[in-house]
């Protein structure tokens, strides 16, 4: 797969990879010619973005290192990233505009909704659900068969071993709750 650019609202200045700026994405016309991935760090802006791409009948693809281990038993959705040496085991369901990011473990049966970002190294245990737009933080751990809610944040480092309710944030070994 070829990179055509990139849209944003205006071109930036820093650009490693020396991509050509594209203009926004209310520019571009031609949607059914391309494939799209959709690169915001901002869990609501991709969502918002991927939203309004799908209403266009635009075709998602999702990017996945090949030093990932993805099971032929999982399943995934559109515009999704998947990093370096992450592991997305048997029977787990992903949903769209995920970030798994690197070394990253998502372990059997567990449910990412849509908008989630799983930082580097954070390790779901087996059947875990993370509700859409949450963030996991880097090298957190969540107990097997614990359900995190909607647009919930979890430090960088917590061990989650209970239920976290929508719109919480949480840190700590155990996590707790700091709203």
Known sequence: MTCLGYFE???????PFSLK??????DFKDWNEVNVFAAFGDNQMRLRLISNLQNRGVRGVNIIDQSASLSVFASIGQFNFVSKGSVVQTFVKIGNG?????GAIVEHECV??????????AVLCG??????????????V??????VGKNVIVGAGSVVLKDIPDGDT???APAVSRV
Not at 9 to 15: D, F, G, V
Not at 128 to 138: F, M, R
Not at 142 to 147: A, D, H, Y
């Open 170 to 172: 949480c840190w700590g």
């Open 98 to 102: 995920c970030i798994i990011n690197s």
């Open 127 to 140: 059947g875990v659900i993370v509700g859409s737009g949450s963030w996991i933080g880097a090298g957190a």
């Open 9 to 15: 609202k205006e071109e930036k200045l820093k650009n």
């Open 112 to 121: 990412i909704m849509d908008g989630v970002h799983v930082s580097p190294g």
């Open 142 to 147: 969540i107990r097997e068969g614990v359900q």
């Open 21 to 26: 700026y594209l203009g926004s994405e209310t």
